[in-house]
């Protein structure tokens, strides 16, 4: 069972366009919401974080929007740049125990 | 100057053998992980030791022993490999001593098992 769903499994995107990646968790127990970015080959790098008392948070070209009430969050990218296709993993945390989504796959075509 | 290293990066074996996989890391962090890739890139925790204490042992196959012999090093070592744990293995470290939901996990570069 699947503690985070995400979406969509892939995406295809033109430079300058906002990709969305959408989640969805079950677990009110989790308390931190990270966003990690793997590029092929490499492990994952945490992108951007949230806490569930806050609705938005912005880092550069990546915002987190988080609905507590839907038990939802998502990563908008702006801008996109062809150096931004990578694999997306939205995650939750309790404690230590990071539960991640199966992750986005992103391509921005320039 | 890497942060979380892993050893071997690549490891091919037949099934039934013993295999180790090391990692490293220099940020001085007090609790480390092991996670595996699936080949649909699914990510999921094994284990986590905390100052060379096991904290989280997720549903593995006991074949999977984790062996931390200082909070600098854990060691992932699995016997009788079978086909089924081709994948790619990551480490991960982060700060807290007592695990934090907010300390962020800095991942190695992966080691890729492949059992023939």
């Known amino acids: 069972q699947q503690q985070v769903k995400q979406s969509p499994q892939s995406l295809i995107v033109q430079k300058g366009g906002i990709p969305i990646i959408n989640c969805a968790y079950e677990?009110?127990?989790?308390?931190?919401f990270p966003w990690y970015q793997q590029f092929p080959g490499k492990g994952p790098a945490l992108l951007i974080a949230?806490?569930?008392?806050?609705s938005e948070k912005k880092e550069g070209r990546f915002t987190i929007s988080f609905n507590k009430s839907a038990k939802q969050f998502s990563l908008h990218i702006m801008d996109s740049q062809p150096g931004d296709s990578a694999t997306y993993f939205c995650?939750?945390?309790?404690?230590?125990?990071?539960?991640f989504g199966a992750g986005t796959i992103l391509r921005v075509k320039s | 100057d890497t942060a979380v290293s892993q050893t071997p990066k690549y490891l091919v074996t037949q099934m039934g053998n013993d295999k180790s996989i090391k990692c490293e890391q220099n940020?001085?962090?007090?609790?480390m992980y092991w996670y595996k890739q699936d080949s649909k890139k699914f990510l999921k925790i094994m284990f986590s030791?905390?100052?060379?204490?096991?904290?989280i042992n997720e549903t593995v196959p006991n074949r999977f022993s984790p062996k931390s012999p200082d909070k600098a090093h854990l060691n992932l070592h699995i016997n009788s490999l079978e086909l089924g744990d081709s994948a790619v293995y990551f480490c991960?470290?982060?700060?807290?001593?007592?695990?934090?939901?907010?300390?962020?996990?800095?991942f190695g570069p992966g080691t890729r098992l492949t059992v023939l």
């Open positions: 677990n009110t127990a989790f308390d931190y």
């Open positions: 030791y905390n100052n060379k204490e096991l904290i």
């Open positions: 991960a470290s982060s700060q807290g001593l007592t695990g934090s939901s907010t300390d962020t996990q800095y």
């Open positions: 940020l001085g962090h007090d609790t």
């Open positions: 949230i806490r569930p008392d806050v």
């Open positions: 995650a939750a945390t309790y404690g230590n125990k990071l539960v």
